[in-house]
């Protein structure tokens, strides 16, 4: 098989990069190691940036999104049981976030490409990239237990933090920044409605809470809980009463809670790899650099890795010129390393740290008391919230 872009990946980064060459004109191939059903199955990121919803709407995808994604104006930090508002609109100028589970956005593209006549291989096994430091780079791999060869002139890393893009490059060509954080976050899916309709980021001597939501009647809850914790000590009912003790009593209240119908521990980590660029291999998105949830920035970031490439290959085929393709993966850095640090910045405020001393606890003390009393504060969190612009 031959191809101008083999894509390796099909999550929001493989998927969007995939529909907006594929609509310029560019050939593109799609292999993803796991099946479409559980591609579609994965519940992760909620909240969208103005940006991402741009790139989405140019990817084809804005109907859903419009009609059913739920307009974020603003959001709650408690400190125990003190409630403070983040104004989003009123700080930054009239911008806000979208929510709109990842979910969701991966089947609104998964079925662009199929009505646009895009090709994905799902199950495709043992991807491995070969020669990508030359003008002639080929991916192999089996698909429906049969030996195939994929020549193409690019390749876009797009298999997350897991994935053989990354782990293909020689250890020498990279260099990697990572920090692990000592917990982890347990999250689950209720149909229940939101305890509110904007998200609250709690701050709890027990530990920090997430209140978020999928739609008006489907709540999405997350906890604090330690890194090694296994889902089976976690019973619905453990979980709601944690959660309540986490929340300000008129919130925990008002809550309405129901069965789970997923659930599931997220560990936490920073990480980035540099560069991005490797020859003729671009990694993207996850692949290359990994948040913590905090921030709600890592399907964002892997949207605007996705422009700073798409403007590049766009550049090679159409104009002749690669002059962004060059410049991709220092463009794209600069922005990732502005959401690595909010990311570390929002998780280190908002958690408890077991590992802390008692002077680093009181600096992240004061460090929320200064955010929750200082409009200057407020909005830097704010700008970097909706979004960093590119
Ligand atoms: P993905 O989504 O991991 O997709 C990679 C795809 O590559 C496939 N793959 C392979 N395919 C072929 N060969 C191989 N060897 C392969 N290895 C892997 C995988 O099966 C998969 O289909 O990476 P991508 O596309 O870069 O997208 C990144 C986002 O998924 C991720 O950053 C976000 O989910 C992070 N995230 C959040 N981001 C936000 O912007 N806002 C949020 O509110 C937010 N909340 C979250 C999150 C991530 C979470 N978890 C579970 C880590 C909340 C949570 C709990
Ligand atoms: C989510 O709804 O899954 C979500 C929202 C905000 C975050 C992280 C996750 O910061």
Redesign the pocket.
Same mark, same amino acid.
């Given at each position: 098989m031959t191809t101008q872009v083999c894509i390796? #990946? /099909? &999550?929001?980064?493989?998927l969007l990069l995939g529909q907006l060459l594929h609509d310029i004109g560019v050939e593109t191939l799609i !292999?993803?190691? %796991?099946s479409l059903d559980h591609?579609l199955s =994965?519940v =992760? /990121? #909620?909240?969208l940036e103005q940006g991402t919803m741009r790139m989405l709407v140019t990817a084809g995808i804005g109907g859903r999104m419009h009609a059913q994604g739920l307009v974020h104006e603003g959001f709650a930090i408690t400190r125990d049981d003190d409630i403070h508002r983040i104004d989003l609109t009123g700080l930054t100028g009239g911008k806000w976030v979208t929510v709109y589970g990842?979910t969701e956005v991966t089947r609104d593209l998964v079925d662009r490409r199929a009505e646009t006549g895009g090709v994905t291989h799902y199950e /495709?096994d043992g $991807?491995a990239l070969h020669e990508f430091d030359s003008v002639k780079p080929y991916v192999t791999c089996r698909i429906g237990g049969e030996e195939v060869r994929i020549d193409c002139r690019f390749i876009a890393g797009?298999? #997350?933090?897991?994935? /053989?893009s990354r782990r293909s490059v020689p250890e020498d060509a990279i260099r990697t920044f990572e920090k692990v954080y000592p917990f982890g976050?347990l &999250?689950i899916l209720s149909d229940v409605p939101p305890v509110s309709h904007e998200l609250i980021y709690a701050s709890h001597s027990r530990g920090f809470a997430l209140c978020s939501m999928r739609s008006r009647s489907r709540s999405r809850y997350?906890i604090q809980c330690n890194a090694g914790d296994s889902i089976d000590a976690w019973s619905d009912d453990r979980f709601w009463t944690e959660l309540r003790r986490r929340l300000p009593p008129g919130i925990a209240e008002s809550m309405v809670t129901g069965p789970s119908f997923e659930k599931?521990i %997220?560990p936490l980590r920073s990480f980035v790899a540099e560069p991005m660029r490797f020859g003729n291999l671009f990694l $993207? #998105?996850?692949?290359a650099h990994i948040v913590p949830?905090t921030g709600?920035?890592? !399907?964002? !970031?892997?949207a605007s890795d996705v422009h700073y490439l798409f403007e590049g290959l766009r550049g090679h085929f159409l104009e002749r010129d690669n002059h962004l393709l060059d410049t991709y993966s220092s463009r794209a850095l600069d922005r990732v390393w502005k959401a690595v640090r909010f990311s570390w910045w929002m998780t280190t405020m908002l958690h408890r740290f077991p590992d802390q001393s008692p002077f680093e606890a009181r600096i992240m003390e004061s460090e929320l008391a200064y955010t929750l009393g200082s409009e200057a504060a407020q909005t830097a969190l704010a700008e970097n919230y909706v979004g960093l612009p590119y």
């Open positions: 390796i #990946g /099909a &999550g929001p980064s493989g !292999l993803e190691r %796991a591609v =994965r =992760r /990121a #909620g909240v990842q /495709a $991807v797009c298999d #997350g933090f897991h994935g /053989a976050w &999250g997350y599931s %997220a $993207v #998105g996850d692949a949830p709600a920035k890592g !399907l964002n !970031l892997a």
